[in-house]
């Protein structure tokens, strides 16, 4: 259950799952996420039995996380990000849902998501996977390091960071060819920066060092602190990380291709 906990705070302690600022409770659900596809609400992940994830088994947990398929069958929206965790290995799931399983139960509906068609209908999720989901653990490279190995798992599989640093098309699906290299139109309708070692429009002016220095601290090289969904991860969970495992991420994400993508603040588009 200890190392389900350390697991849970690698994937940015799940804080989708905690209407923060409503005061919900942890992992009762209810957040909204607010996307450019409409508004999801996050669902109880509490072991509370009715309406939560108690009466799962660990093999529906399993599905759920790595095919983004409920108990009955049901295509999840690809908000929730199976698209990362199928990259988990059978381990990490088995503790994380040892620790899932200690939570407090809390009974709280889940919320209907208020999201128009056809981005609401779930028949069309099928259809979608087949074009942009690829299931499957993460295979290290042998051409690489066991640091940048350990660095890639996190960062792709459990903190799927991809998710939100990466642009989306039309259908919701990651332009691969911009891996990391930040969006206008992220969680709640912020920008989310160009993280690829790009002198210009990313990191390429800072080193590992910075990168493992914001996961803990929220802090970047000039001392403004990172806000929203990158906020709460940091202190839900990337801050409670060891610092071989934050200099193993950094080691990973400086290693990217450098793309030049500007992504424009507010102030810029006026």
Same mark, same amino acid.
């Given at each position: ?18 209407? $923060? ?23 109880? $992940?509490?072991?509370?039995? #009715?309406?939560? $994830? ?21 295509? %999840? ?21 040892? %620790? ?10 889940? =919320? ?17 996977? =087949?074009?942009?989901? #690829?299931?499957?653990?993460? &295979? ?22 991809? #998710? ?45 060092? @910075? ?11 000039? %001392?403004?602190?990172? &806000? ?7 202190? &839900? ?6 610092? #071989? @495992?934050?200099?193993? $991420?950094?080691? %990973? ?18």
């Amino acid at each position: 259950m200890a190392r389900g906990e350390y697991i849970f705070r690698a994937t940015g302690g799940c804080s989708c799952h905690t209407d $923060i600022k409503s005061g919900g409770d942890f992992l009762a659900g209810g957040r909204p996420l607010n996307t450019p596809f409409g508004i999801f609400y996050s669902p109880n $992940i509490t072991p509370d039995a #009715e309406t939560g $994830i108690g009466a799962w088994s660990g093999a529906d947990f399993v599905r759920a996380i790595t095919e983004g398929v409920s108990p009955d069958g049901a295509h %999840y929206f690809p908000v929730f990000p199976y698209t990362a965790f199928t990259g988990m290995s059978a381990a990490d799931l088995a503790d994380l849902k040892a %620790y899932l399983d200690t939570v407090p139960p809390v009974r709280r509906p889940n =919320q209907s998501h208020d999201v128009g068609p056809p981005f609401g209908w779930r028949f069309t999720v099928g259809p979608w996977k =087949q074009l942009f989901f #690829e299931p499957g653990a993460f &295979q290290p490279r042998p051409d690489r390091s066991a640091l940048w190995n350990r660095g890639a798992y996190l960062a792709t599989a459990l903190a799927h960071c991809s #998710e939100c640093h990466t642009p989306r098309n039309r259908l919701g699906g990651l332009e691969r060819e911009k891996w990391f290299a930040g969006t206008e139109q992220g969680p709640d309708g912020r920008r989310v920066p160009n993280i690829t070692p790009h002198g210009e429009t990313g990191i390429g002016r800072w080193d590992g060092d @910075d990168v493992a220095a914001l996961l803990k601290t929220g802090l970047k090289p000039d %001392y403004d602190d990172v &806000q929203g969904a990158m906020e709460e991860a940091i202190d &839900q969970g990337y801050k409670y990380l060891t610092d #071989e @495992d934050r200099a193993a $991420i950094a080691d %990973y994400v400086m290693s990217l291709t450098p793309i030049d993508n500007h992504v424009a603040s507010k102030s810029e588009k006026k």
